[in-house]
């Protein structure tokens, strides 16, 4: 993807898959849901722990999900990022979000031989709109002097 896509990745109007949401609303990977749904973004939330999240049906697996979805974040321990990457290959999944620090050195190439669009090393909180708090401070610190 290009330079500009991680501003464009999250858009209200699709779906998107949080794999890995957590049942303990503390953790960060439900702060990011919930800050999504908060936000007006439809999330679905994919846990193989889970049957639901909040009030939420959860799916187990990303061969689970509803047809049709498009986007999914990846925020899981990096040991398990390569094998959900195979398995979004066999959905309709083709735009995918791997959370900072959930990455393994083999993402991007098993992105690239499944032809999934990935954006790596980036914090969604940075993101998904409107970009609020410390998270609106850190995007503009980017923006002015580039990666830090």
Request: net charge positive; aromatic share 8%.
């Amino acid at each position: 993807m290009n330079i500009d896509a991680p501003a464009t990745f999250f858009n209200t109007s699709e779906q998107i898959a949080v794999i890995g949401v957590s049942q303990n609303p503390k953790k960060f990977s439900r702060l990011v849901y919930e800050n999504f749904k908060q936000k007006g973004y439809q999330v679905i939330p994919v846990n193989p722990h889970a049957t639901s999240i909040g009030d939420e049906l959860c799916y187990s697996s990303v061969a689970e999900l509803p047809k049709g979805i498009q986007k999914a974040i990846i925020i899981t321990k990096p040991d398990q990022t390569d094998a959900i990457l195979n398995e979004i290959a066999q959905s309709s999944i083709r735009s995918v979000w791997v959370q900072q620090m959930s990455q393994t050195s083999n993402t991007q190439t098993i992105a690239d031989s499944h032809s999934i669009s990935v954006i790596m090393g980036k914090c969604a909180f940075m993101y998904t709109l409107p970009v609020t708090g410390i998270h609106a401070f850190h995007r503009g610190l980017v923006s002015l002097f580039g990666k830090l």
